[in-house]
């Protein structure tokens, strides 16, 4: 006698819904599309709720710190108001277009932003604006009178002392300060006070022969 298939058997089967016939692999990635979907959501909804602290710091926001400040640029003398955070060359470049003071390295190292303050050679790159109230500031720019170069600045001429000319004003004001106290200094106390005046061009033994004839020639005047 032939076996026949359990009748009830093949109705459970037919019957069964085709959802519930879901493979395991299917189901697993029903499950992590969901999760994902969810994941996306909650990522969306981050920016919105950080963006509250920026836009408050945003609004709280003060105007910068300013103080009044006195001094003496070339024989001439003001009363400014500078922000505390300004630097002695941003002061005389920006305020008083007094261009001649470069910025070059900007952290105290090139010297292409020496100027005199009170006789003495300073980076003006390292010195806060506040700091220069009461003091006497001469600049490049200081150094020609009634329309005629100084001394110095024609020996850097006759010499060929400047090439690019970037780090020129800086050598000028630093071989100023040297004369003004050695009067006719040699090469080696001119290689000396010149140290930490660079310049890119390497022209340095035509600048130490422009300070040393000016020395020379002019008694130290300058």
Not at 18 to 23: A, D, G, K, N, P
Not at 32 to 49: F, I, K, R
């Amino acid at each position: 006698m032939r076996d026949t298939p359990d009748a009830s058997s093949d109705s459970q089967q037919g019957n069964r819904p085709q959802s519930e016939q879901r493979s395991p692999q299917a189901t697993s990635r029903h499950t992590c599309l969901e999760g994902a979907g969810a994941t996306v959501v909650a990522t969306a909804a981050v920016p919105a709720l950080g963006s509250a602290p920026a836009d408050a710091a945003a609004s709280t926001m003060t105007a910068p710190v300013t103080t009044a400040i006195r001094l003496t640029v070339n024989g001439i003398s003001h009363r400014v108001e500078v922000e505390d955070r300004w630097t002695l060359a941003e002061l005389l470049r920006d305020q008083f277009d007094l261009t001649g003071t470069k910025i070059g390295c900007d952290r105290n190292e090139c010297g292409a932003c020496t100027v005199l303050m009170n006789g003495q050679p300073v980076y003006a790159c390292s010195q806060l604006a506040v700091w220069a109230d009461g003091a006497d500031v001469q600049t490049v720019e200081g150094l020609a009178h009634n329309g005629r170069l100084s001394p110095l600045q024609q020996a850097f001429i006759d010499h060929n002392a400047p090439q690019c000319g970037f780090c020129t004003p800086g050598q000028l004001m630093m071989a100023t300060a040297l004369l003004n106290t050695v009067p006719r200094p040699d090469a080696a106390q001119v290689q000396q006070a010149l140290v930490g005046n660079l310049c890119r061009c390497s022209n340095y033994n035509a600048i130490v022969e422009a300070v040393v004839a000016a020395g020379t020639q002019q008694g130290g005047a300058t």
